[in-house]
Nanobody, 123 residues
Framework: QVQLVESGGGLVQAGGSLRLSCAASGRTFSSYAMGWFRQAPGKEREFVAA????????FYADSVKGRFTISRDNVKNSVYLQMNSLKPEDTAVYYC????????????????WGQGTQVTVSS
């Protein structure tokens, strides 16, 4: 088990940038694949990005490719989501997630979730 706490959400104008952070507890953070998901009002939660335990590979939803970058720091037990060129359709609650399997992560069924942070992009 790992506990996750997101931060960095807020209100930004279209075209702007935000950086989300997720702090994880536990000494086995470096064993976990990490990911970000989002849920917009009235919509299902969707996969955004994921990164392997080593950080050597990352995966993105088509809708964010080229605009978002996921990264991690295994010394600081943290994962980040740099979001550039934000669009109003990126407005959602963003969730950090952790799982021992990158396959489970990209299948959108990770075993550990944070509480979420709101991102609002105004037009």
């Amino acid at each position: 088990q790992v506990q996750l706490v997101e931060s960095g959400g807020g209100l930004v104008q279209a075209g702007g940038s935000l950086r989300l952070s997720c702090a994880a507890s536990g000494r086995t953070f470096s064993s976990y694949a990490m990911g970000w998901f989002r849920q917009a009002p009235g919509k299902e939660r969707e996969f955004v990005a994921a990164i392997t335990w080593s950080g050597s590979s990352s995966f993105y939803a088509d809708s964010v490719k080229g605009r978002f970058t996921i990264s991690r720091d295994n010394v600081k037990n943290s994962v980040y989501l740099q979001m550039n060129s934000l669009k109003p359709e990126d407005t959602a609650v963003y969730y950090c997630a952790a799982d021992l399997s990158i396959a489970t992560m990209t299948a959108a069924v990770p075993s550990n979730w944070g509480q979420g942070t709101q991102v609002t992009v105004s037009s």
